[in-house]
């Protein structure tokens, strides 16, 4: 593997950028919620409809624990941003390879993590150097990130593999592997009761439910057709993930890992997300360029938003991992 190449560009002095739109309606928008416009080069915030331009293929983002940092991976040309929430200022660029996947920062807000496919491994940022200071071997085609409570450990779903990489964050090593059998390609992931679930959505229409204090496999669960984002509501009632080659986005049970509702959204669902307590969930809809907000007590549609462009791939909420 190629050294990783670590160059941060600091940007000062740009303009906050102006909203081009009309707010959408708040009342289910108890926060900002942050999607990637992928065809625009943009993240998008709603409920202001601000929008950060300048993030060529803005793919994959997260929010810092704090709400002030937001963390953007170009698709295309392997840049991270690191942008102001307040201001939408880039704050820092770092390259980590030829595409990004999957950003995220750790719980304390000390480090981030970048997903480098090609290279098969998770670049380390450090937030207040600026740089990155690490790069982890981590296996085929890695994806994306979650961290066990406290942020001890890393999990990263191993698109090219069949299980998911676990990082010592301590030592910033990974440490082993955890197989995830009878779903193809893992993809995105989230958790539940505390951490104890681990909840692997693969690129073919599965979930698989693994119980990580002995490792083994709970179920597979048969989802809408395609990959897409994966998310555990805040209480652990429901798990909700989307379906970017069909038009729902599925309501597991976690005590049954049963379907308790397809929720019809419209072509292509891929990112999924709550708000903090769980009353909202926001999907946003790739094929008719959507943010999709469902009501989680009724499990219906209650507002359907246009994009600021095409291709509307992720979405980001602070206070909700």
């Given at each position: 593997m190629?050294?990783?190449l670590a160059s941060v560009i600091l940007l000062a002095g740009l303009a906050a950028p102006a909203a081009a739109r009309a707010a959408a309606p708040a009342a289910e928008f108890p926060g900002p919620v942050y999607v990637t416009v992928q065809g625009a080069n943009a993240v998008e915030v709603f409920p202001s409809k601000r929008v950060f331009r300048g993030l060529t293929t803005a793919h994959y983002d997260g929010v810092s624990p704090n709400g002030r940092m937001l963390i953007v991976g170009s698709f295309t040309t392997g840049k991270v941003f690191l942008l102001s929430t307040k201001t939408g200022r880039k704050l820092a660029t770092f390259d980590v390879g030829k595409s990004v996947q999957g950003v995220v920062f750790t719980p304390d807000g000390r480090l981030?993590?970048?997903?480098?496919p090609n290279g098969g491994?998770?670049?380390?940022?450090d937030i207040k150097k600026l740089k990155v200071i690490k790069t982890i071997p981590v296996g085929p085609v890695p994806h994306n990130?979650?961290?066990?409570?406290?942020?001890?450990?890393?999990?990263?779903t191993l698109q090219g593999g069949t299980g998911v990489a676990v990082i010592d964050m301590k030592q910033l090593k990974k440490v082993k592997e955890i197989p995830v059998p009878g779903i193809v390609g893992p993809h995105n992931?989230?958790?539940?009761?505390?951490?104890r679930i681990m909840w692997v959505r693969d690129i073919v229409g599965h979930v698989a439910a693994i119980d990580l204090r002995t490792e083994k496999e709970l179920a597979v669960v048969p989802v809408g057709h395609g990959h897409a984002g994966i998310d555990v509501i805040p209480g652990g009632k429901y798990v909700l993930t989307g379906a970017i080659a069909d038009k729902v986005v599925d309501v597991i049970d976690p005590r049954t890992f049963k379907i308790v509702k397809s929720i019809v959204v419209g072509k292509g669902p891929h990112g999924v997300r709550t708000s903090p307590h769980g009353h909202w969930a926001y999907a946003?809809?790739?094929?008719?360029?959507?943010?999709?907000?469902?009501?989680m007590r009724t499990l219906k549609v209650v507002q359907k938003i246009p994009t600021a462009g095409s291709n509307?791939?992720?979405?980001a909420v602070p206070d909700h991992t």
């Open positions: 190629k050294p990783l981030a993590m970048a997903v480098d491994a998770v670049a380390v940022i990130i979650g961290f066990s409570p406290h942020g001890r450990l890393a999990y990263v992931l989230d958790f539940s009761d505390g951490g946003d809809v790739t094929g008719s360029n959507d943010l999709v907000v469902i009501d509307p791939f992720w979405v």
